[in-house]
């Protein structure tokens, strides 16, 4: 996809989205020029620049907020170091962190708590999804504090916690399971991107998690 497909497919569905998510692959492609023209294009949408910060996380980060991300994302398997900095350089520049839980244990999940600022995001890779058939449906944010049901509750009125999203082969059927967890942000790829319509797709699953929140709301609706 080019930086102008990408900014087509946006237009098509900005009136039922809230974030834009700029890819990795269109990052690495492109360079932040895909970030600086997204947000150009969208000046009121939250952008998320997906660069999946390894190391170096001042330097990339920077590149990410000055180019007009508003979130940019580090990997949960980074050195604590590299998060750290990342945070440090989100909090400069009035941006958002977003850590990917890709492949993490529950024990770096406890250890990564204490970014309360964060947003923690389950990730099933497009990798898993396409060799191994895996999608986030079913899955749930491993919880260290509950053993027994591995999810965050992102009401708790206990500590402060990270805010949690949820990215992944994310469709309408797997859709009622993933929001039981109350994520603060959903993640959807290619069941709007791929859509024969992706505006109208993009409605419905939007549709959809209101109609499924406002039940689970209601103590109406359960999995």
């Not at 309360?116 to 504090?145: F, M, N, R």
């Not at 797997?174 to 319509?197: W, Y």
């Amino acid at each position: 996809m080019t930086i102008e497909e990408a900014i087509d497919m946006a237009g098509q569905v900005q009136a039922a989205v809230d974030w834009i998510e700029v890819g990795t692959s269109l990052i690495k492609e492109f360079g932040m020029e895909s970030v600086r023209r997204i947000k150009e294009a969208f000046p009121d949408k939250v952008i998320v620049a997906d660069i999946k910060t390894n190391d170096n996380a001042r330097y990339e980060f920077e590149l990410c907020y000055r180019a007009g991300a508003d979130v940019a994302t580090v990997m949960a398997s980074a050195p604590d170091a590299t998060l750290d900095l990342c945070m440090q350089t989100a909090q400069s520049h009035g941006g958002i962190i977003m850590i990917d839980l890709l492949n993490v244990t529950p024990q770096r999940v406890e250890e990564l708590q204490r970014y309360t600022e964060a947003v923690l995001c389950q990730h099933v890779s497009k990798d898993q999804q396409e060799h191994h058939g895996q999608t986030l449906g079913g899955q749930s944010i491993p919880d260290p504090q509950q053993q027994d049901t591995h999810s965050i509750d992102s009401d708790s009125t206990q500590a402060a916690r990270p805010s949690i999203a949820a990215a992944g082969g994310i469709t309408l059927d797997t859709l009622p399971s993933i929001l039981q967890d109350r994520p603060a942000v959903v993640i959807v790829g290619s069941a709007i991107t791929k859509a024969a319509h992706p505006a109208a797709a993009a409605r419905e699953i939007r549709s959809r998690i209101t109609e499924v929140m406002q039940a689970m709301q209601k103590g109406a609706y359960h999995v």
